[in-house]
């Protein structure tokens, strides 16, 4: 199998879930679906005995997280920066796959009973959220230790940071962000609160008003924003942003 440049990370077609072989590094950011899905298989076997519960700390401030109001996107300026009918089935399929993996190993977790009086690494300071996000890989030994209300709250510091006004912001630069989003897309627990899907529509948004951005060369530019709108219309449910993508 060939892989394509680095630059061209998110729009790698989705592939069956492989064992890491003799050449995987862990130690190497995931940089596509079938990636990410490799690096979920090395850490189920690797994975610390230990489920933990919700930490209040997490939720102190949350009432004080409020979106800023974005207007009603335009349709996108440039068809050739949508996405192929292909493409998008093959990041569904991708996508619904890493979610039975983490599905099978929190079933796992729960059968032995695993003790969940920890706290998870993180706190209600959106500063230290973003410096730990920025800094670390979005592994499962982290994210498994968050409860779903946690998964809820880093949904809205990450789509706060998606539109970031005092910054440029670029997901296939910006890498972090565009693997933080989907990593904790895969994570949430079903069905969704409300709540959540404002947040997906807020993130929607954005990655139109991003996309719209771009020129028509620039087609990698917009493969992390169509991955993310794929994800969102096809995969939970919002429908109405079909004619974005």
């Known amino acids: 199998m ?11 077609q989705a592939l069956e879930i492989r064992e890491p072989d ?12 079938e990636e990410y899905l490799m690096h979920m ?9 230990v489920v933990t519960k919700r930490s209040p700390k997490i939720r102190d401030n949350a009432g004080n997280n409020t979106f800023e109001m974005l ?8 068809k050739c920066l949508l996405p192929t009918p292909e493409w998008r089935a093959e990041q569904v399929k991708s996508f619904q796959a ?3 993996q983490v599905l099978v190993l929190r079933m796992e977790l729960v059968n032995h009973n695993y003790d969940q009086s920890g706290e998870p690494p993180l706190t209600s300071d959106q500063d230290k959220w973003q410096e730990f996000c920025r ?4 592994l499962l030994s982290t994210l498994l230790h968050l409860s779903q209300s946690d998964l809820e709250l880093l949904l809205e510091r990450l789509s706060k940071w998606l539109q970031d ?16 989003l989907y990593a904790t897309l895969v994570c949430l627990h079903l069905p969704l609160e409300p709540h959540v899907f404002s947040t997906l529509r807020y993130i929607a948004r954005s990655c139109i008003h991003l996309r719209n951005q771009l020129n028509a060369e620039e087609v990698q530019r ?11 219309v096809q995969v939970f449910a919002q429908s109405d942003f079909k004619d974005y993508i």
């Open 2 to 12: 060939q892989h394509e440049p680095e630059e061209q990370t998110f729009q790698l």
């Open 22 to 33: 003799g050449n995987f590094d862990p130690k190497k950011a995931p940089e596509s679906g």
């Open 41 to 49: 298989l090395y850490e189920r076997k690797r994975c610390p005995a």
């Open 71 to 78: 207007d009603n996107p335009a349709l996108p300026p440039f």
């Open 98 to 100: 890493a979610r039975s």
């Open 135 to 138: 800094s670390q890989q979005p």
């Open 165 to 180: 006004s005092d910054s440029s912001v670029d997901l296939l630069q910006d890498v972090w962000l565009a693997r933080w």
């Open 222 to 232: 917009a493969a992390p924003y169509n991955l993310l709108l794929t994800l969102i």
